[in-house]
């Protein structure tokens, strides 16, 4: 169903649940190493295995930045909670339960305000952030999606099981109309940017430290009650939220005007067409059989624990923009711009590694945009990072690199052949500053060009800039026009 019609019909409600990866030394419950990307079945132990006889001990440091997390999104601490077992079959979990926790969460009942494009606030509420263990990975081999169905086999690797997880639920949220996509990405996105603000994360999306499921549900205008939910789960990119819940929308608003019901289920995202695919019947919370993890004792967080921990929290992302903005001295319109394109936290990296605003913004809203729309990834996503721009920028501010020669370079380093610097000395990028090899190539082009040799020595020294352009060419980019511009002149005055 057109977008439209749907909107006509029907108000969308929305709810957000988004898995953190903590970025804790070690897992939730064990000693072992808390990396990404090491060999499969590496990092592992006979606690995060799920082997008879093994105990869980509680990491302490995962208990702080949930507190911090709640604090910072406006939350109640709980004075008293506990875990639980959440009871499942799949095969990437090894003891067949999650370590999780039910109705007594650690933080629950805050806010997150968030500003879209236009400067329009809206408030999201937050249900709870609760403390929970992640699960291993399985790889399912053969077959053309890379999903269980079709696959010869599968494989599976229990380095994620047991990394610590906080999940972050909002209340339902109603009332967005046509800007609920753009709503839900606004939220991902600004919980994201706390949550390094926070530095309890590194939120890679591409990674799978931060991932949102996306419940949509359709309400025909004038009703109370909610409509049938579905679950997009696991979307791993901003841009991903945004199309899944535009398309959910459209497609249970098309199963709705038919007759038809929607069912309650989990649906896999597809990134080549930004469309949704059944998953499984989704389980009420009375099929997990929760009960109390009677092998780890309750949390207790006393008040002067929770106070020293709000001592702790940063300069909110919001407020750093408005005093970044100021400092800059950008109109509105100009912020705004950079807070879209995702590029503020980026730009001032930027700044802080030794680059001027006007430079940093230049890169990230221009050339950079552009390679990240072109590989269809979020700005932040590139693999590049901010102290490598304030690299390229310093070359160029030397004379080492003309602009063009440091566009070779940024793709250079995207393509991941080194720091910048490498990436020069590897491709013969550097600038030709010797005044010999410049002195040759300039005689050189006067005298292939006699006639504009002529109009320069008669005064014309517009016309110096064929001959340093034919300079250009020869030195591939790497002479530096400005100094070619003198030669050519002094060389027309001898």
């Not at 957000?16 to 190493?33: A, D, P, Q, S």
């Not at 990307?37 to 509680?58: I, R, W």
Request: hydrophobic residues 40%; negative net charge; charged residues 30%.
């Amino acid at each position: 169903m057109a977008y439209d019609e749907v909107l006509s019909r029907f108000d969308p409600v929305l709810g957000l649940e988004v898995h953190v990866e903590l970025n804790t030394n070690t897992k939730m419950f064990c000693g072992c190493r808390n990396e990404f990307g090491g060999e499969p079945n590496t990092q592992v132990c006979p606690t995060c295995l799920g082997l008879p006889g093994s105990l869980p001990v509680l990491n302490a440091v995962a208990v702080e930045s949930a507190m911090r997390i709640g604090l910072a999104l406006n939350c109640e601490i709980a004075e008293w909670c506990r875990f639980a077992r959440k009871n499942y079959f799949y095969p990437d979990m090894p003891k067949n339960f999650q370590t999780s926790q039910y109705d007594e969460p650690i933080a629950f009942d805050g806010y997150l305000d968030l500003e879209l494009d236009d400067g329009e606030i809206v408030r999201v509420g937050i249900e709870r952030a609760h403390m929970e263990e992640d699960t291993g990975k399985s790889l399912h081999v053969g077959g053309a999606t890379g999903r269980i169905h079709g696959a010869e086999h599968s494989l599976l690797d229990y380095n994620r099981a047991g990394v610590p997880l906080i999940e972050i639920v909002t209340k339902t949220i109603e009332g967005t109309g046509a800007r609920a996509p753009e709503v839900a990405r606004a939220y991902v996105t600004a919980l994201r940017d706390l949550l390094r603000a926070l530095g309890v994360s590194d939120v890679r999306m591409d990674q799978g430290s931060l991932r949102c499921d996306a419940n949509v549900s359709l309400k025909p205008l004038g009703r109370k009650e909610f409509g049938t939910r579905t679950e997009t789960k696991n979307v791993n990119s901003l841009r991903s939220v945004e199309r899944a819940v535009r398309y959910e929308m459209t497609r249970q608003g098309a199963v709705l005007a038919g007759g038809g019901e929607i069912v309650q289920e989990t649906r896999h995202f597809q990134e080549a067409d930004g469309s949704t695919s059944a998953g499984r019947r989704k389980e009420t919370s009375e099929d997990y059989r929760y009960f109390p993890e009677p092998d780890l004792v309750p949390i207790a967080p006393s008040r002067e624990w929770v106070e020293k921990l709000r001592g702790t929290l940063p300069e909110m992302p919001w407020e750093r923009r408005k005093r970044i903005q100021a400092d800059w001295s950008l109109s509105d319109a100009e912020f705004r711009d950079l807070v879209n394109a995702g590029a503020v936290e980026l730009v001032a990296s930027t700044v802080d590694a030794g680059a001027s605003s006007a430079e940093a913004r230049s890169w990230w809203v221009s050339y950079l945009t552009q390679q990240a729309n072109n590989r269809e990834v979020e700005l932040a996503e590139l693999p590049i990072t901010p102290a490598q721009v304030a690299r390229v920028i310093s070359l160029v501010a030397e004379g080492k690199l003309t602009n063009k020669l440091a566009r070779s370079v940024v793709d250079g380093v995207l393509a991941g052949e080194g720091e910048p610097d490498e990436v020069v000395d590897k491709r013969g990028l550097a600038v030709v500053s010797d005044d010999g090899a410049l002195t040759a190539a300039v005689d050189e082009a006067l005298a292939a060009n006699p006639d504009i040799a002529e109009k320069i020595r008669g005064g014309k020294v517009a016309a110096a800039g064929k001959i340093v352009g034919d300079v250009m060419k020869a030195t591939k980019g790497q002479a530096d026009a400005k100094r070619v511009r003198e030669l050519v002149i002094e060389r027309c005055t001898v």
